[in-house]
Structures are given as C-alpha cells and as structure tokens.
C-alpha cells in the first residue's frame, strides 16, 4: 500500500484556516462569564443592577441550545451544499448573532443573539473537524483536527482577557460591546477566506466529481502532481470505497443503525459524552467559585482562576498537537482520564479532609471553609490545574477528532453532526447541574468527577478502537471486530470482514 504522506504546507494551512471555526466557540461559550458581571450590561438587560438566576441561565443556556440545533441541522447543510459552503453559512449565522448580542438593547434581543450565534457555532463545530478529516492525510489526522481544539482555546483565554481588559477600563456600555463585537472579525476573516479553500476531496468524489476531487487531492499532497503515486493510490481508494459503498450502503439516519455504524455511532456519542463527563466545563464555567472553595477570595481569585486557567488550557493542547498520531486515540484518552481522575479525587479527599462545610444563609449555599489551611489549599488548586492541562493534552481534542473520523462516506455528516450534538446536550446538562452540586455536595464534585473519569478509562480499554494511521476507508475493518476492541489490538494483523464485504456477501448469496 501506498502512503499518502501529503504532509504538505496547503494542507495544514486549510486545516488552521478553517480551525478558525473553534475560535469562534471557543470566544463566545467564554466571553459571557465576565460579561454578566458587568453592571452597565445589566443595567442594558433589565434596568436594575443584578441579573436573577434564571436571566443569567437563559443567557448563557440559549447559546447551547442553539448550538445543539445548529449541529444537528449542519449535516444536511454540508450534505447538499458542501463542507465548504455550510462553513461559509454557518459564519453568515454566527456573525447576525454576534451583531444582535454586540447591539443588544435589552434582555429580549440578547436572548435572541445568543441563540442565533449558537446557530453558528453549532454548525462550525460539526462541519470543521469533519471538513479537516475528509482531506487529512491519514498519518496527521489527529493533529490537523486539534488544530480545531487549539483554537477553542485560544478563543476561551482571549474571551477572558479582552472582557477584563474592557471592564477594566471603561465604565460604560463599551466594557460589554467591545468583547461582544469582537468576535464579529475572524468570523468575517473565515467567512471571506472559506471562499478560497478547497471543497473536501471526499465530498467531491461523493457527488460523482471525481476529477476535481483528484485535482483537490493533487494540491494538497503533492504541489498539484496528479501523477504522484501516493495521490493516484489515495484517489482509487476513495473512488473505490464510494463506488461499493453505493452499491450497499443505506444513506438514510437509518444507515447509522445497520452492521458496524450502529457500534461507531454508540462509541461516538460516548466520546462526546465522556468528554463533557470528565467535568472540564466546571472548571470553565464556575472556576472563580472553584477556586474561592479551595480557599482563595476577591479578585485575585477570579483572575487567577480564569485568566491562568485559559492559558494553561491553551499551551497544554500542545502536545495533543504533537503526539497524538504517534501515541494514539487510546493511549492518550486512557492517560488523560487516569490524569484527570487522579487530579480530581485528589482534591476532593484533601478538600473534605482539611475543609469544614458550612451553610451561607447569604448566598444559601453550602460552602468549604478551608480555615486557611494554606498548603491544602494549594495543592487543590495545583491539582484542579494539572486537570485542566490533563483534558487539554487529552479529551479536548479527542472528543473532537475520534467521532469526525469513524464514520463510513455514506452516513459520516449524519454520524458526526449527532455526535456535535450529544456533546451540546451534555455540556448544557453539566452547566446546569453543576453550581447545584457545587452549593450541596461541595468536594464530593470532584469526586463524583473523578469517579467518572476512571469509568472512562475502562471503557476506552474496553470497547474503543485504536484509529491513528487509519485512512478513512479502512474504518469498515477497524469497526467490523467483534465489540472488545483490546482483543482487536493483540490479534492486529487478522483479518476482519467490514460491512462493505458482508453487505457484498449477503448479495451474493441472494
Ligand atoms: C469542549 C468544551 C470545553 C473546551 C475547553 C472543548 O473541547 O467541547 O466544552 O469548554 O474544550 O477547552
């Protein structure tokens, strides 16, 4: 067999071009925090200078919801349209949002912008890691679709410094609308850009453009050479996996039901799952309350929490970056999970052993006093970031490259863009059960958190294929073993019967 090598400078420039996508979500799932606590912003909302509970959920819940419709209504957008296009649109809806949160003249307009944006996102987030996995090379797979990781990052840390930045110096309405436009600029840079980017090779060969789909291949793994070998051999292999694939394949939701996909669909949603399981986004999003349990107060305690948090998030994606084709899906999501789950128990035991609880009749909730016991304090605090660095290097970008690259041509934007939206659904069931457990069962969130995290890595031992170095085509063969993928990994080298054969079998014998 051919490799494709391919590991050319267009095909990382596409795929962090389009990785702007997860700057975008990452910017508006971040900025909302330090927004809600600006007062010219809830003077804006309600005309008083407090947000109640629920006008702060709604706020910062809509945005999930819209992004859990935008996701499931991107599949067919990126089936009819392109990847391409649906990115392009998928900018369209994010940039009206972003325009109606950054002119927002009140609560009712507000809500309204962060759905829409939530639209957006929601779309970006499915179609570019499955963009970015369709014209990857499959030796780098790993690493383009965490560019989409690295991203979201980045957007998060700056969604923070900008809105700190702004509240910092201006007393007015520009402290929100300054962080709330911003994010209008690489929406527009990505809208324009998306323009001059490949369509998916995959996509093309799929719709019968299988000239075009050499001609896209050519430039993104040899400079434009047709005739190159590794292009030619990868070309035939897609051609022939879309030529069968036709001849068995159900296109239809359907399809995710039949022989191996229903096992790939389970396993994706899973991932998407696990990924919001392992409690990221409490730290995320309630950081500031986090860090005020493991015993530090007042502002300090916000910029510390938030701001180091997002730049330790953002340099930890790094080695994700770097190791991930080497080391592989498994290994890393089995490592991360032990990481995390060994750095969340750890602070909960030492928070319940140190810490007194306590009930605040001023804000009703039970509180750890951790009775300035400084070195437990920091130890949780050290151990809430070697957490965060254990996701970033780990279930960040896992959760987002394992479901873009299981699926067969056939159902792959129906696969990808249910699995988008497991992970919305849940990140929205933890954003709202979280400061609930945080108020009553205190340390035992971390532990809950890290109990989850262990699940995780037994069932990633247990049940996950090892997909690094696969081609996309060969995702038939590593599904189509029997459900104990640890069993798969010592017997490599047998031969599977994939759907595609069995679907081929069951002709014949008819
Ligand atoms: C997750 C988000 C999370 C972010 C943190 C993403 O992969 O899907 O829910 O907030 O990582 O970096």
Request: a neutral charge; proline letters at 4%.
């Amino acid at each position: 067999m051919f490799s494709s090598g391919g590991a050319t400078k267009q095909v990382y420039l596409v795929s962090l071009f389009s990785a702007i996508g997860g700057f975008c979500f990452g910017y508006d799932t971040g900025v909302i925090s330090g927004i809600l606590q600006m007062d010219p912003f809830k003077m804006e909302m309600n005309g008083t200078t407090s947000l109640s509970p629920l006008e702060q959920g709604t706020i910062t819940g809509l945005l999930l919801a819209g992004c859990f419709v935008g996701s499931l209504l991107a599949s067919p957008c990126s089936e009819a349209f392109s990847r391409k296009r649906s990115i392009f649109l998928s900018c369209i809806v994010f940039i009206i949002g972003a325009a109606v949160q950054t002119g927002t003249n009140g609560y009712a307009s507000m809500v309204v912008g962060r759905a829409i944006a939530g639209l957006g996102i929601g779309g970006l987030s499915m179609i570019v890691p499955l963009y970015i996995s369709e014209l990857a090379p499959k030796e780098i797979r790993g690493r383009l679709i965490s560019f989409q990781q690295f991203t979201i990052t980045v957007g998060l840390m700056l969604a923070f410094w900008v809105g700190a930045g702004t509240q910092m110096h201006f007393n007015n309405q520009a402290a929100f609308r300054i962080p709330l436009g911003i994010q209008i600029v690489p929406a527009l840079i990505l809208l324009v850009g998306v323009l001059f980017l490949p369509y998916s090779p995959r996509w093309l060969a799929n719709k019968g453009r299988y000239d075009e789909c050499l001609e896209v291949l050519a430039y993104l793994r040899s400079h434009g050479d047709k005739t190159n070998p590794a292009v030619v051999a990868e070309f035939e292999e897609i051609k022939n996996e879309i030529e069968l694939e036709k001849q068995v394949a159900v296109t239809s939701y359907v399809g995710l039901f039949k022989g191996s996909v229903r096992r790939r669909l389970i396993l994706g949603i899973m991932v998407q799952i696990f990924q919001q399981f392992t409690g990221i986004n409490s730290i995320m999003y309630y950081a500031p309350t986090i860090f005020q349990q493991a015993g530090i107060s007042g502002v300090s305690a916000s910029l510390i929490a938030s701001g180091v948090n997002g730049v330790l998030n953002m340099f930890a994606t790094v080695p994700a970056i770097l190791f991930l084709d080497r080391l592989g899906r498994r290994k890393v999501m089995m490592i991360g999970a032990i990481v995390m789950g060994t750095a969340m128990l750890l602070c909960g035991i030492v928070m319940a052993a140190t810490g007194k609880v306590s009930y605040n009749p001023a804000s009703g909730v039970n509180e750890v006093y951790m009775g300035g016991n400084l070195s437990a304090s920091y130890f949780c605090i050290v151990m809430i970031y070697i957490f965060v660095a254990g996701f970033a290097a780990s279930w960040g970008p896992c959760g987002w490259v394992y479901p873009a690259e299981i699926y067969p041509m056939s159902v792959r934007s129906k696969g990808t863009s249910i699995t988008t939206a497991a992970n919305w659904l849940f990140n929205f069931v933890i954003s709202e059960i979280c400061p609930v457990m945080l108020a009553s069962i205190t340390w035992g969130t971390y532990i809950f958190f890290g109990c989850c995290c262990f699940v995780m890595t037994v069932s990633i031992f247990l049940f996950f294929p090892e997909t690094k170095g696969r081609s996309l085509e060969e995702m038939d063969q590593v599904f189509g073993g029997g459900i104990l993928a640890f069993r798969d990994l010592r017997a490599d080298t047998t031969p599977v019967v994939s759907d595609r054969e069995k679907g081929s079998i069951d002709k014949m014998d008819m």
